[in-house]
């Protein structure tokens, strides 16, 4: 009974070999004269390989360490890559080869994002160094959008091609980021200081926006679209922010939806209620404050024209001028605290009119008073009261009882001739002058 080889080595099967023992081979199915046979040796002289693997430990990858027919083990590290030197010997480092890592800066693409994650405590760092000292040596960082790049640059100590570019870092855009640097801080603002302390910031933004800078500038260009506050006081064009409106101060034309144009307020609450008034100007605190259709103003010093709501063509000079004027117009009055109420018989003027008043507490003796004319200190001009003129008050009023005017050099005194015209009454240094007129002509 025939046998295949498989029955035949079922049945006899081989444990040890040696260089006499014959190898046979066949094919399957089986058919005579498809068989052979070859002893041990010449099977292993034809098919085992040559050289022999050298022993290692766990870990290590089989290499060449030379040429020949003998694999060794490479030693393995910890957090390792597999590398090569320049001489293409292969080692595990953690470390890229600088061949590698400027290949990467220089001409890699990553096609998707980086994520950097290390345990608690531990730094992130992205190291972009260059070592170089040249005159033209940078350090770079660059980013690019489908439009245009923006970059961060530290140029080096020795930089000439733009000599103010030495030893400092730039942060910059090129033409095509046509929305330029946004930065962004939903939480905590951003902070610009010299020092790492935030104390003594030099540049605070907060995350509503408003700008907090301290510190010395020499040379400084603020551009801002909205009023902006400078160690607490407001600059700009006031709340309906029109272009020919001036306002430097706390709460200067602040409360009011003003249609006004070419109006300047410098002091706190100057024009603070103005709405359609036009050219008025108001320079220190409270001046003009409650002016809101008044027009053509001028107000200087503290509460000067503080009252003034409706009137026109005022000229207050010096604090608490015309403090009570309301609606009155075409009054000027210089010094402090003329037109206002006084001991000796002054009143406020509130709604008088073409009045003119100079001189420190001159004022007149009625709130309505037009026309009267108040030179020096506490001088008094007592409204017009009758139709004639020996009833009439003196309208013009020269010096005071406590305060006299002196009058020196001859006169002409004329004979009388013909009717009197008429009368002329005088307040000379608090007493009152009725003086006769002759008609000369």
Known sequence: MSQTLQQIFVANPIITN???DLIYFSQSPYTAGNDAAMTYANFEAQFAPAGSVASGTINQLAWYSATGAVVSGLATANNGTLITSAAGVPSISSTLPIAVQD???????IGESVLVTLSDNATTRLLITNASTGTSAIASSQLTNNAA???FNLYSSTYTPVPSFANRLLMGTDSGIINGILMRAPAGGFTVTTDGSLSTANLF???SGNVTASGSV???TFISSADSSFNGMMVGRGLANISSNNVFGSSSMGDAATTGTSNTAIGDLVLRLLTSGTSNIGIGANSLERVTTGSSNLSIGTSACAFLTIGQKN?????NSLISLTTGIQNTCIGVSTGRDQVGGAVALTTGSSNTLIGLQASCDSSSAVGTLALGVNALALAATGVLSSDDGAGISIGSASFKVGFRGDGTIYPTAGAISGYM????NGVQYKVALYDLS
């Open 149 to 151: 790049s923006a970059s």
């Open 218 to 220: 020499s040379a400084l």
């Open 205 to 207: 933004v907060n995350a």
């Open 18 to 20: 040696t260089s006499t």
């Open 425 to 428: 009454i005088q307040r000379i």
């Open 315 to 319: 000229i207050a000079l010096g604090s």
């Open 103 to 109: 290949n990467i800066t220089a001409l890699g693409t």
